[in-house]
Nanobody, 118 residues
């Protein structure tokens, strides 16, 4: 069982930045990757970004490419999501998840709320 805990959410204004963090309980993490997802109010949860744990290869959804950056800190066993130039449409609950294979996200955190005011 892998436990994930998100932190860093909050209320910001459009154009501001936030840095989310995902703490991973398994040391060392033996899975394939850690991903970030978000669920806007009344909508489905969508993929944002993923980083492969072994080599740091990253992949982003088109909607956040160039504004969001995912990174990992192996020493802290954590993954961060740096979000710049935030927009009101970025308002959502943000979740991190652990993947055992490229297609299987097995463990999820409880989420952290990000609200962007215009």
């Amino acid at each position: 069982q892998v436990h994930l805990e998100e932190s860093g959410g909050g209320l910001v204004q459009a154009g501001d930045s936030l840095r989310l963090s995902c703490a991973v309980s398994e040391r060392p993490f033996r899975g394939y990757a850690i991903g970030w997802f978000r669920q806007p109010p009344g909508k489905e949860r969508d993929f944002m970004a993923v980083i492969a744990w072994s080599d740091g290869v990253t992949y982003y959804a088109d909607s956040v490419k160039g504004r969001f950056t995912i990174s990992r800190d192996s020493a802290k066993n954590a993954v961060s999501l740096q979000m710049n130039n935030l927009k009101p449409e970025d308002t959502a609950i943000y979740y991190c998840a652990a993947a055992s294979t490229p297609d299987d996200y097995d463990y999820w955190g409880h989420g952290t709320q990000v609200t962007v005011s215009s």
